[in-house]
C-alpha cells in the first residue's frame, strides 16, 4: 500500500514539471498610455551624416545682443571724443557692447584693449577691430553703429523759438539749422543774425535775403562749435 502511495506522488510530479516546460510562463502585455494605447517604441538617435564638417557643428554661438541701426550715415560721419557707439560682434558676445568714446579718441573692448575710434568713420573702425578679432574668430562680422552724436553739435541762443544745441550728424547750413529751431519769436532781427565759429572769427546773415534766393553765398555749411545768435 505505502510502495503504490509513492509511485502515484512520483507520477503527479513527473507530470507536472513535464507541462512547465511544454508552457512557458508568458510576458506581461506592454502598459498602456493614459489613451488606452501602447507606448511607442523609442528610436535611437540618428548619428550624423557622413559628410558632416566637424568644425561648422563647433561654431560658435551668434550674439544675443541685437544690433542697433546707427543714428548716422556710418560711410561719412567722422567719430569723435562723447559720441556713443555700438560695437556688434556676431560670432563673439564677449566683444559687443556699447561704449562712450574717451577724451584721448579711444574705446576699451574686452579681449582686445584700446581701440582708436575718434578721426574715423563707423565703417572704418569697424574694420580695425574686425582684423583684432580674427585672433579669436574665425571671418568674424563687425558693425559699429553710431547711438548719439556727442562730438559735433552747433548752438543757436536768442530770438528763436527752440534756442539750444544741436547735434550735428549731417552736413547742416545756417538757414536748415534756424528751421530745426523753430523759426523766430516776434522781435526777432531777422536781417542780421551772427555765426560765431570756434576759432572767434565771425560770419553775418540776412535770413529775408535767403529766403527770397538772395546772397545765397552766405547761407555757409556749420561747423562743429558754431554758435548761431539771433537778436
Known amino acids: 500500500m505505502r510502495i503504490a502511495l509513492i509511485t502515484s506522488l512520483v507520477a503527479v510530479f513527473l507530470a507536472w514539471g513535464a507541462s512547465a516546460q511544454q508552457d512557458p510562463p508568458k510576458s506581461p502585455p506592454p502598459a498602456k498610455t493614459a489613451e488606452g494605447q501602447p507606448p511607442a517604441e523609442s528610436k535611437p538617435a540618428e548619428a550624423p551624416p557622413a559628410?558632416?564638417?566637424?568644425l561648422k557643428m563647433a561654431t560658435p554661438k551668434p550674439s544675443a545682443a541685437p544690433h542697433i541701426p546707427s543714428a548716422v550715415d556710418n560711410a561719412a560721419y567722422i567719430l569723435g571724443?562723447?559720441?556713443?557707439?555700438s560695437v556688434f560682434v556676431y560670432q563673439g558676445v564677449e566683444f559687443t557692447g556699447q561704449h562712450m568714446i574717451r577724451p584721448d579718441g579711444k574705446i576699451t573692448i574686452n579681449l582686445i584693449g584700446d581701440v582708436q575710434a575718434s578721426g574715423l568713420t563707423p565703417e572704418n573702425l569697424a574694420k580695425s577691430i574686425r582684423d583684432k578679432v580674427k585672433e579669436y574668430v574665425n571671418d568674424p562680422d563687425v558693425t559699429v553703429s553710431v547711438l548719439a552724436v556727442k562730438s559735433k553739435k552747433?548752438?543757436?541762443?536768442?530770438?528763436?523759438?527752440?534756442?539750444?544745441?544741436?547735434?550735428?550728424?549731417?552736413?547742416?547750413?545756417?538757414?536748415?539749422?534756424?528751421?530745426?529751431?523753430?523759426?523766430?519769436?516776434?522781435?526777432?532781427?531777422?536781417?542780421?543774425?551772427?555765426?560765431?565759429?570756434?576759432?572767434?572769427?565771425?560770419?553775418?546773415?540776412?535770413?529775408?535775403?535767403?529766403?527770397?534766393?538772395?546772397?545765397?553765398?552766405?547761407?555757409?555749411?556749420?561747423?562743429?562749435?558754431?554758435?548761431?545768435?539771433?537778436?
Open 154 to 231: 552747433y548752438s543757436i541762443n536768442g530770438e528763436v523759438n527752440k534756442p539750444g544745441e544741436y547735434p550735428l550728424v549731417v552736413p547742416t547750413r545756417v538757414f536748415q539749422a534756424l528751421v530745426n529751431a523753430g523759426g523766430f519769436r516776434d522781435f526777432a532781427n531777422q536781417k542780421k543774425i551772427t555765426i560765431i565759429h570756434e576759432d572767434g572769427t565771425r560770419n553775418m546773415f540776412n535770413y529775408k535775403d535767403v529766403l527770397k534766393g538772395k546772397n545765397l553765398q552766405q547761407n555757409i555749411w556749420l561747423k562743429p562749435g558754431d554758435i548761431i545768435v539771433v537778436k
Open 51 to 54: 559628410d558632416a564638417d566637424p
Open 81 to 85: 571724443p562723447e559720441d556713443q557707439i
